[in-house]
């Protein structure tokens, strides 16, 4: 199981000042800065505009914090906490803060390379959320553990859960890592066009 732990990604700042991000992972693997796919965590501190991404298609949904009020075209979108909102990096895009600072997730895919999907969902204690390959798994509120899939090997032991902590990311693989417990996980998909 990998696990991308938030508290040891360190923060980007900015070029307007008006914010941080987090990485949390890009790809195609070794792509450094000319990824097809991106995720991350911003911190915004201040209202201004989107820097433009040509050719990027974008989900941003509202992580901590009441709202952020975007303007996409002409066109204003009140985006609430855990509502993912699509729209294009070509669009000029600008952001106001009617509730103040917040966090935002974001989810970044090169058209034409990639389609991403997000959805927020309640955990459960009973029901065990598994995180296939090709997603990530976001801790946005709560308590939650991850546990390699149950095997039919009634001989095997099963291995230790481990602990989730706020932002804290499950890489997806094929072996179907699960998530179990209380609170609110995103779930992002990346998948080839």
Known sequence: MDIIRYASLKPARWANGGGVTRQLAAGPAGSGADWDWRISIAEVAKAGPFSPLPGIDRIITVIEGELIALTVDGAEQALEKYRPFRF?????????????????????????????????????????????????????????????????????????AEALGKFDTVIGSEDAPEISGRGFLAVLSIDPA
């Open 88 to 160: 294009s990096g070509d669009s000029d895009t600008s952001a106001s803060l009617p509730t103040g600072a917040l966090m935002d997730l974001n989810l970044m895919t090169r058209r034409g390379a990639f389609k991403g999907y997000a959805a927020i969902i309640e955990l459960s204690k009973k029901r065990p959320h598994p995180v296939f390959a090709d997603q990530f798994a976001v801790l946005l509120q709560g308590s939650a553990t991850v546990s390699p899939a149950a095997t039919d090997d009634a001989s095997s032991v099963a291995p230790a």
